[in-house]
């Protein structure tokens, strides 16, 4: 499958000459810039020292932007918002190691991402130098393509190399070594082997054949679906898609970052009856997802173990996995759409909005509409999260981008803050992990303020998601980058205490042996985390102040915001539908 979150990609072929005539030296610092150049790389994130700091500084001098983190942690995830734009990361060893978490999560989502890391002097090797580390071995476990180039000359073409094999196929991570002792070290630049640009991946088409019974299976079906997975908007599939469910008539349902490759208010979106949908569908059009544990394996209970599944996919080694395909169509996303939009327009055929089908699916949408919004308009006490989702919602800009992570707060918050346009949505992914939020806001800010689109970055975490990556506000509040960020906070990790009960709790003793594990400190003033560093900080308890601070930062271009929104500790999700549904599997 492909996926890419949130930028839009603009391939160029491009060139490096060199200069004939006189001689001319390049450091190896200068060839890792220019070659990142050539390649169309914009960005370059990182925690810069010795050795990579050199590349840094020439990387500004070639014309690439630098945007120094905090924290490696916060850095490996960044890079997946900008990975088409294109973005890479550089680290100083041995923050190699905090990468590796970035890279896997980066090649288990399939995001093109590039990293490059600074290394031992290669004179050194074995003999127990500073920071020593088997930095390629390691990074091969979580990647595509891991190198080190075997000389200065061989720089370019081996970054070529990094950034093709990055989004070729299933896109992914891949690092490529640069040894301290070739940072500084010159050659004449006509001895180089300079590459150009890479040309987009080869766009490949599915078997007439296979169109044709797929189509046939879909007339067929009784109950058909169409699930739209986060390949569908790397693939930039949303032009064809949309015109392909309008004129079929089929009901669709988004993957959390397949939201927006068609509005989540369509009238075809039937995400509200999520588990009905999945449960008794008897065909399922598969497009750009995957059928692993965010679609519960596409197995029972969840699934009807009937089900007949159409997998479209650009790898060949998805085909088949858990499920066994009705049909299996194979090659570019958006090309394969197309082919089935043209395979459908020769009789006209469409999926009737009279069917029992249909009529099941709006019910049970109602339904759960109601149940959440009464949920929202519960006025006891504290916010719980529907409350704060509602009024949040009322509020966003449709043209935002919205990076989501935590536990409850991502999986409520993805049902009530809708998308309205493609790869405008970033959350935990299929790896479901933590602490990519403030990184991801970072990246797509940095991409929103160059290119002056007026679109605003917020990004919602839960208190304890929060934490992973906090000190990156200071990032933020660095290069003046208009993130406002919502912290729901329940003090806990799903759950927490209020501050009496936490009082309580250490007059009874040591708070190790005490406080139960999911507690954090009741009403932690992340909001003055914020203010520290210039920014905005807002506590919020109530609903009215809730709107007023959010009105007030969606005012503010000029430094990011922070809303410390203070909801009940023992706050959850709706009573589910199927008594087997559990947080593990959510």
């Known amino acids: 499958m492909n996926s890419k979150p949130g930028v839009d990609v603009q391939f160029l072929p491009s060139c490096l000459f060199c200069l004939s005539g006189a001689m001319e030296d390049v450091t190896g610092a200068q060839l890792v810039a220019e070659a990142l150049k050539a390649q169309k790389v914009d960005y370059m994130f990182g925690v810069v020292g010795i050795p990579v700091m050199e590349v840094a500084m020439a990387a500004q001098a070639a014309g690439i932007k630098y945007v120094g983190m905090r924290n490696e942690q916060a850095v490996k995830h960044l890079s997946a918002v900008h990975s088409g734009g294109k973005g890479v990361m550089v680290w100083v060893r041995p923050g190699l190691i905090h990468a590796l978490g970035g890279m896997a999560n980066a090649n288990m989502n399939c995001w093109p991402v590039v990293v490059i890391g600074g290394s031992s002097d290669q004179k050194l090797e074995t003999t127990g130098a500073f920071q020593e580390f088997p930095q390629v071995e390691a990074c091969r476990l979580y990647s595509k393509f891991s190198a080190r180039p075997s000389s200065l000359e061989a720089i370019p073409s081996v970054i070529e190399k990094a950034v093709r094999t990055s989004l070729y196929g299933r896109p992914g991570a891949c690092y490529v070594d640069i040894a301290g002792d070739m940072v500084n070290a010159t050659v004449d630049r006509s001895r180089v082997r300079f590459a150009s640009c890479c040309p987009p991946p080869p766009v490949s088409l599915a078997d007439h054949g296979a169109i044709t019974e797929a189509i046939s299976v879909l007339k067929a079906a009784k109950r058909p679906l169409v699930i739209i997975g986060k390949g569908a908007a790397y693939g930039r599939a949303e032009t064809a898609l949309r015109e392909f469910v309008e004129m079929s008539g089929l009901p669709y349902l988004p993957t959390p970052m397949g939201k927006g490759v068609l509005p989540d208010d369509h009238p075809n979106c039937v995400a509200a009856a999520r588990s009905r949908a999945l449960l008794q569908a008897d065909v399922v059009l598969l497009l750009g997802a995957r059928l692993n544990w965010i679609l519960h394996f596409g197995i029972p209970p969840r699934f009807d173990p009937h089900v007949k599944i159409i997998q479209v996919d650009l790898c060949a080694e998805e085909m088949g996995n858990n499920v066994r395909p009705a049909v299996a169509l194979l090659g570019d996303i958006n090309a394969i759409v197309t082919q089935l939009l043209m395979c459908l327009c020769k009789d006209s055929w469409k999926y009737t909005s009279d069917t029992e089908w249909w009529s ?29 989702f509602h009024h949040v919602s009322q509020l966003l800009p449709h043209d935002c981008i919205i990076v989501s992570e935590g536990a409850n707060t991502m999986d409520i918050g ?173």
């Open 414 to 586: 993805r049902t009530m803050l809708n998308n309205y346009l493609p790869r405008q949505r970033l959350d935990a992914g299929t790896f479901g992990t933590m602490g990519v939020g403030l990184g991801f806001a970072i990246a797509a800010a940095a991409l929103e303020k160059s290119e002056n689109r007026g679109r605003r970055v917020v990004c919602v975490e839960g208190d304890s998601a929060f934490g992973f990556s906090g000190m990156e506000v200071e990032t933020m509040c660095r290069y003046n980058l208009p993130v406002i960020i919502i912290v729901v906070n329940n003090n806990g990790i799903y759950s927490g205490v209020d501050l009496e009960t936490w009082k309580e709790m250490a007059k009874m003793g040591d708070l190790t042996s005490i406080a139960p594990p999911v507690t954090l400190l009741p009403e932690a003033r992340y909001d003055e985390v914020m203010a520290a560093f210039g920014g905005e900080g807002f506590l919020v308890r109530t609903v009215e102040e809730l709107c007023e601070a959010l009105q007030l930062s969606l005012r503010n271009w000029e430094r990011p915001s922070l809303l410390n929104v203070l909801i009940e500790p023992s706050s959850d999700r709706k009573q589910q539908e199927f008594p087997w549904l559990t947080r593990s599997n959510l």
């Open 360 to 388: 099941s699916l709006k019910a049970k949408m109602s339904a759960n509409s109601k149940m959440s919004k009464a949920l929202a308009l519960q006025s006891t006490g504290l916010m719980n999260y529907y409350t704060v």
